[in-house]
């Protein structure tokens, strides 16, 4: 079975340009989780989704970012316009269920610099 | 809210040695717990979960970690690593009652020496 699917696995862009990750969770899983892992601040949880449904953004730092599930298989997390403190790791993650015994199951990550 | 605490940022030991990766978690609530491990340039993979029962668990690559309420400990172990244990590892929890939302330590770099 495929895992999650990220892409691009690296993006470099000048600040002030738009940015656009993109994460494909695993084939029957209902909830799907954005994160940032930087040196400073460890592994933040910025949003999930429920079958489709944002739950809870409170993780996601300001109006810069904006997160869609369009559909179960796809998902895009967008920084507009992007800053150098946006530079960061950003994983996928999804789960079968929502419970919170559940396993997250992660993906590659996209490294982010923004310049 | 929960917290997670990883005191040790960095821990290096010999191949074949043992290792302690600690692991202290601050909750008013019942919290599941789970160590999680991220080898280099990938994403997290889980090792195990604690959710009730035993509170010895065992996890994958012979690791194992005990849940210690009146600690409110959740140690890693493993008797004889491997150069292959290179990896930072994670511990997180989540409040068995509330919302599915891992709350993660700061991580522990783990460098296994021949």
């Known amino acids: 079975d495929a895992g999650v699917i990220q892409s691009p696995r690296h993006e470099v862009t000048e600040m002030g340009q738009e940015v656009t990750l993109r994460c494909k969770p695993i084939?029957?899983?209902?909830?799907l989780f954005w994160y940032r892992q930087t040196m400073m601040r460890g592994l933040e949880l910025l949003i999930y989704?429920?079958?489709?449904?944002?739950?809870?953004d409170s993780g996601m730092p300001e109006d810069r970012f904006s997160a869609k599930m369009p559909n179960a298989s796809f998902s895009t997390l967008k920084i507009q316009p992007s800053e150098p403190r946006d530079s960061a790791v950003y994983f996928c993650?999804?789960?079968?269920?929502?419970?919170?015994?559940?396993?997250?199951?992660f993906g590659p990550g996209t490294r982010l610099l923004v310049l | 809210a929960q917290s997670v605490t990883q005191l040790d940022s960095q821990v290096p030991v010999f191949e074949e040695a043992p290792v302690e990766l600690r692991c202290n978690y601050s909750?008013?609530?019942?919290?599941?717990l789970f160590w999680y491990v991220q080898y280099p340039n990938q994403g997290l993979q889980l090792l195990l979960k604690?959710?009730?029962?035993?509170?010895l668990v065992k996890g994958i690559n012979g690791f194992e970690a005990e849940f210690n309420k009146s600690q409110t400990s959740f140690h890693l172990r493993k008797p004889s690593v491997h150069i292959s244990d290179t990896a930072e590892y994670f511990c997180?929890?989540?409040?068995?009652?509330?919302?599915?939302?891992?709350?993660f330590g700061q991580g522990t770099r783990l460098t296994i020496n021949p």
């Open positions: 909750s008013s609530v019942s919290v599941y």
């Open positions: 989704f429920n079958n489709n449904v944002p739950i809870d």
């Open positions: 993650a999804s789960s079968r269920t929502s419970g919170s015994r559940e396993t997250q199951y």
């Open positions: 604690y959710l009730s029962g035993s509170t």
């Open positions: 084939s029957g899983h209902n909830s």
């Open positions: 997180a929890v989540s409040d068995v009652q509330g919302a599915q939302k891992l709350v």
